[in-house]
């Protein structure tokens, strides 16, 4: 039995601005075709198909095509689509009678009532369990492991068990991610690779952007990462996961299959950062033909140089090359109060909301204990939560 990972597609996602449906079209496509070549029995698209919650007409139009095309390239091939934090569980939910014309499952929430409508016997081949995002406080108690259980009661044939999900997982490496505390990661609480329980040969995950095995799984649980890097600390290859199972029991053959960007992400300098007027050369000499985003790592003590965005705009203005922000990284910390509270508009914008609470308190004089932050988190959670619906 062979299926493909892959999560995180972000469709309709922009960065700076700047319209990216040309290479995300580009990835789809790429997709399409390695599952007519590879020709896998499941296909799992493990949540954030959309980047908002209220994704355009457009964008919509888009992965309606694509599934379609997915679903011409291996018409027998079964498909599952689960819901992640950045997609609207009640899209998902809508379009699950009209998909099944196309082999396609699609989960948007978690039905509490009808645990059993998670568990999907495809076609002989395997049983899947299709668990959507769900946040902590509604999160039935151990669902995982109720699920795996009830399935070994369906299983007599003893099919392979693959099991997806949306989460943040502990130990796993979020780089591309900004972290929102000890615990959370992209907006979701992590949680242990042991509350998963035991009973599936492959776990396959969405919501982390780097793709990898989990340490502690036994090679069994896997983040396929996102197919397009949707940050510029997402430097690392970005793929889609093909896996081959056996039968029940065995351990998985995973490889990966690289997805080829055409408008790559180029922070300059690549490592570190540098003054200004270095940069600002760097970017000078950047090759006119190459077509990329562009990011400037900039070291500054107190203020970037007057117009230093509109220079950096004036040297990309004959490149192909789209440059999009300066990164600032501040060398001197220790130079009073007043300055240290100053921060560039980048910089306020990579706070979470949490952060500039906190700052804000602690300029008034106000200290926040810990249930107030709890507090603030819920509130925050609720709001993000009720956009979502």
């Known amino acids: 039995m062979k299926l493909l990972h892959t999560s995180d597609w972000h469709l309709g996602h922009t ?5 990216r449906q040309y290479e995300q079209q580009c990835m789809l496509n790429q997709i399409v075709d390695i599952v007519r070549s590879e020709h896998p029995d499941i296909f799992l698209l493990c949540g954030d198909v959309y980047h908002t919650a209220q994704p355009s007409a457009a964008v ?21 689509v689960i819901a992640g934090n950045h997609d609207s569980a009640s899209k998902h939910d809508i379009f699950t009678t009209p998909w099944r014309a196309l082999n396609v499952t699609t989960a948007g929430s978690v ?37 795996l259980e009830r399935t070994k009661q369906l299983n007599c044939q003893n099919l392979p068990v693959i ?37 599936y040969d492959y776990l ?97 003590q107190e203020f970037l140089p007057h117009l230093a965005r509109e220079e950096a ?23 009073g109060s007043a300055s240290a509270s100053r921060m560039s508009i980048g910089e306020f914008k990579r706070l979470t909301p949490l952060e500039v609470a906190e700052r804000f308190t602690t300029e008034k004089g106000i200290f926040m204990d810990s249930e107030l932050k709890q507090l603030l988190k819920e509130t925050y959670v609720s709001v993000i939560e009720e956009e979502r619906k």
Not at 68 to 78: D, L, Q, T, Y
């Open 15 to 19: 960065l700076y601005n700047y319209d």
């Open 60 to 80: 919509q139009r888009m992965f309606a095509d694509t599934m379609s095309a997915i679903h011409e390239a291996c018409p027998e091939m079964n498909i599952f």
């Open 111 to 147: 039905n509490t009532d009808m645990p059993d409508s998670m568990i999907h016997k495809a076609d002989e081949k395997c049983f899947v369990i299709a668990v959507p995002y769900c946040h902590e406080r509604n999160m039935p108690e151990h669902l995982f492991k109720n699920l």
């Open 163 to 199: 099991m997806c999900a949306h989460t943040s997982v502990s130990g796993c490496d979020f780089k591309g991610h900004d972290p929102e505390g000890e615990t959370t990661i992209g907006g979701i609480d992590t949680m242990d690779i042991d509350e998963f329980g035991d009973g």
């Open 204 to 300: 396959a995950l969405g919501h982390i952007h780097r793709p990898q095995t989990l340490g502690g799984s036994k090679g069994l649980a896997r983040y396929s990462g996102t197919p397009l890097p949707v940050s510029f600390d997402e430097d690392y290859a970005h793929s889609i996961t093909i896996v081959e199972i056996e039968r029940n029991g065995c351990d998985p053959t995973i490889r990966e299959i690289i997805i080829d960007n055409p408008l790559p992400l180029v922070t300059l300098p690549s490592d570190g950062s540098a003054p200004f007027d270095k940069v600002l050369l760097m970017l000078e000499s950047f090759p006119d033909d190459i077509d990329a985003y562009i990011r400037l790592n900039v070291e500054i």
């Open 313 to 335: 705009i004036a040297a990309s203005a004959t490149k192909k090359c789209r440059f999009c922000h300066i990164n600032i990284t501040r060398t001197n910390s220790d130079t």
